[in-house]
C-alpha cells in the first residue's frame, strides 16, 4: 500500500465514528486501531485502519469521498462502486471482499469498507524492481484473463451505469480539453484523427472498468492480488479497456513493453480470447489506445486550474506538468 499520510491529517471525528460501526464493519469489534490516511488517492480518501474484536485484530480499508461529501463529477458514486465492486467479486476478479457500505447515520459521508490486501500498487516499482521480475513474465495474460472475466458480467444488471459511444466520448473530451486555457496543437490534431476514425459499436456492449491499468492493479511476487478503483466504470466497448491498459502513461519508461510497461500485446490478447470467447479487434484498440491518450491528456491539462483553484495538492501538481509528455505520445501514435 502507498505511505501513510503524516499524523496531522488523521481527523478525531473519523476515529470515533469507525468505533462506532465497529461491530458492523466485523461482527463483534469493539475497537479501533491505528487510523491512517495514505497518501495518494488523486479523487477519493483512502484510510488504513484495524479493527479488535474477539477473533484478534483485522486490517481494512476505508474508501471515502472528500472529506466525505465531495463526489468527482465523473465516478459513479461509491455506493455504486461497491456493488460493482462485489459482482466482479462473485465473477471471479480478484477484488478487495467490501464488508460495509456507509450509511447516511454513521456520519462517515459516503465511502465504503473492504478487507485491506497487502501488495503494491507503485507502477515504477513493478515494472523495473526485482521482487515482481517472475509476476512480470504472466502479468501480461493474467491481465487479459482478469479483464475477460470482468467483460463477462452481465451489464443488464447495472442499467443505471453511463452508456456513451465513442463519439459521444470525443465530444465528451474534446470539451474538458478546450475548457482549458492552453491550445494544444497536437491535441487539435488527434481529436480531429479520433472524430475521423471512429470505430463501429461493438456487437455485445461489456461492463467496462474504464481504468483498469498498471497503478490500478495490486500486485505481490505472484502476480495481481486485486483491482482497485473502479469509480469510472461504464457500459461500452471492451476493447476499451485492453487500449487503456497499453497507454504508454501507464507503462513508467519501460516503453518497449506495450501492455502496462510489463508484457507484450500478444500475450494480453491470446489470454482475452481465450478467456472470452471475443475476438480481438486490433484497429479498436489501438483507437481506443490514442483515444486513452488524448483522455490522459485532457486531465493532465486541466490539473492547472485544479490546482491553482479547487485542489492545490502535490498529487494535482504532478498529474498537470504531464500534459506535454501525452503531446509526444500522440505524435508518435499519429504517425504510426
Given at each position: ?260 510497461g510489463f508484457g507484450r500485446q500478444e500475450d494480453l490478447f491470446d489470454a482475452y480470447e ?63
Open positions: 500500500m502507498d505511505a501513510p499520510a503524516s499524523p496531522a491529517a488523521l481527523e478525531p471525528t473519523l476515529l470515533d465514528s469507525l468505533i462506532r460501526i465497529a461491530p458492523s464493519i466485523s461482527p463483534h469489534a469493539n475497537a479501533i486501531d491505528n487510523l491512517e490516511r495514505l497518501s495518494g488517492g488523486a479523487t477519493q480518501e483512502i484510510w488504513r485502519f484495524v479493527v479488535i474484536g474477539p477473533n484478534g485484530r483485522d486490517s481494512k480499508i476505508l474508501r471515502r469521498a472528500r472529506q466525505g461529501a465531495k463526489v468527482g463529477e465523473t465516478g459513479i458514486g461509491l455506493e455504486m462502486e461497491a456493488e460493482l465492486v462485489a459482482a466482479a467479486a462473485a465473477a471471479g476478479v480478484p477484488v478487495p471482499r467490501v464488508d460495509y457500505v456507509l450509511r447516511p447515520a454513521d456520519g462517515l459521508g459516503r465511502g465504503y469498507v473492504m478487507n485491506c490486501i497487502d501488495g503494491e500498487t507503485l507502477g515504477g516499482r513493478i515494472v523495473k524492481s526485482e521482487k515482481f521480475a517472475a509476476a512480470r513474465q504472466t502479468l501480461a495474460s493474467d491481465c487479459g484473463t482478469i479483464l475477460a472475466q470482468i467483460h463477462a458480467v452481465d451489464p443488464a444488471r447495472f442499467a443505471w451505469l453511463d452508456r456513451r459511444s465513442p463519439v459521444q466520448l470525443v465530444d465528451q473530451w474534446l470539451a474538458v480539453y478546450r475548457a482549458g486555457s492552453v491550445v494544444r496543437p497536437v491535441f487539435e490534431l488527434a481529436f480531429r484523427w479520433l472524430a475521423s476514425h471512429v470505430p463501429a459499436d461493438p456487437d455485445r456492449p461489456a461492463l467496462v472498468h474504464g481504468d483498469f491499468r498498471n497503478g490500478n492493479l495490486m500486485i505481490g511476487p505472484e502476480g495481481v492480488r486485486a483491482v482497485l478503483d473502479w469509480e469510472l466504470a461504464h457500459i461500452g466497448d471492451p476493447m476499451e479497456d485492453l487500449g487503456w491498459l497499453c497507454v504508454n502513461s501507464w507503462r513508467f519508461g519501460c516503453i518497449d513493453r506495450p501492455v502496462g481465450r478467456q472470452s470467447g471475443r475476438r480481438v479487434n486490433r484497429t479498436a484498440i489501438r483507437w481506443w489506445e490514442i483515444f486513452g491518450t488524448i483522455r490522459w491528456g485532457a486531465i493532465c491539462a486541466g490539473g492547472l486550474a485544479n490546482f491553482r483553484l479547487a485542489d492545490p495538492t502535490i498529487e494535482r501538481a504532478m498529474i498537470a506538468r504531464r500534459a506535454s509528455e501525452t503531446e509526444i505520445d500522440l505524435l508518435r501514435l499519429l504517425s504510426d
